[in-house]
């Protein structure tokens, strides 16, 4: 099974500032690299895909990057509904697996 | 608008069964693979299974698998989770999540999500 290991647990910054979240995968996952964004209480929302793709209707602040095992996620500029937990999840092997979450908190 | 609707959550004592329906429209159900993902009470995400579009693949995790039983009714537009011998562990709300790409055998990232049905086992 695929670990993938994000970084940090909470990330505490203010509306407008950049964030940037790590997920490492325990092996190669090629870019078959996806993001998600769950605000308390809500679904999970697909934000990138492949790594670098950004899903339909996702704003461009949120950008994807990296490949094998090192990806990162960039907010570019905090917005208020921005504040929720990011995770990643990789498609590349049965299980599919996911980090344990990096919250974006209001610092 | 593409819709996921689960339902069939409730509580259920330990060793019972139960099954979870995740009704689609808006989209071709009989073109996408459906995921059933769960998360613990304020717990991260953990994938439990796949259906691909046609039902003839399936693949469960390991802490599911010989227990739990995805299946689809392309006709009605409809998923289902059968989880027998129910477990503590198995407390969790459940998401049904459609794939982003059509056919395959799933494994694709999940472009929209249910909102959830809470499984509750206690005894």
């Known amino acids: 099974e695929i670990v993938l290991t994000q970084s940090p647990a909470t990330l505490s910054l203010s509306p407008g500032e950049r964030a940037t979240l790590s997920c490492r995968a325990s092996?190669?996952?090629?870019?078959?690299l996806a993001w998600y964004q769950q605000i308390p209480g809500q679904a999970p929302r697909l934000l990138i895909y492949d790594a670098s793709k950004r899903a339909t209707g996702i704003p461009a602040r949120f950008s994807g990057s990296g490949s094998g095992t090192d990806f990162t996620l960039t907010i570019s500029s905090l917005e208020p509904e921005d504040f929720a937990v990011y995770y990643c999840?990789?498609?590349?092997?049965?299980?599919?697996?996911f980090g344990g979450g990096t919250k974006v908190a209001i610092k | 608008q593409v819709q996921l609707v689960e339902s069939g959550g409730g509580l259920v004592q330990p060793g019972r069964s139960l099954t979870l329906s995740c009704a689609a429209s808006?989209?071709?159900?009989?073109?996408?693979?459906i995921h059933w993902v769960r998360q613990a009470p304020g717990k991260g995400l953990e994938w439990v299974a796949v259906i691909s579009y046609d039902g003839a693949f399936k693949i469960y995790a390991d802490s599911v698998r010989g227990r739990f039983t995805v299946s689809r009714d392309n006709s009605n537009t409809t998923a289902f989770l059968h989880m027998d011998s129910l477990r503590t562990e198995d407390t969790a709300f459940f998401y049904c999540a459609k794939a982003l790409q059509s056919y395959g055998s799933g494994s694709s990232p999940f472009d929209y999500w249910g909102q959830g049905t809470l499984v509750s086992v206690s005894s």
């Open positions: 092996q190669s996952v090629n870019t078959y």
């Open positions: 999840q990789q498609r590349t092997n049965w299980p599919l697996t």
């Open positions: 808006g989209f071709t159900f009989k073109n996408y693979a």
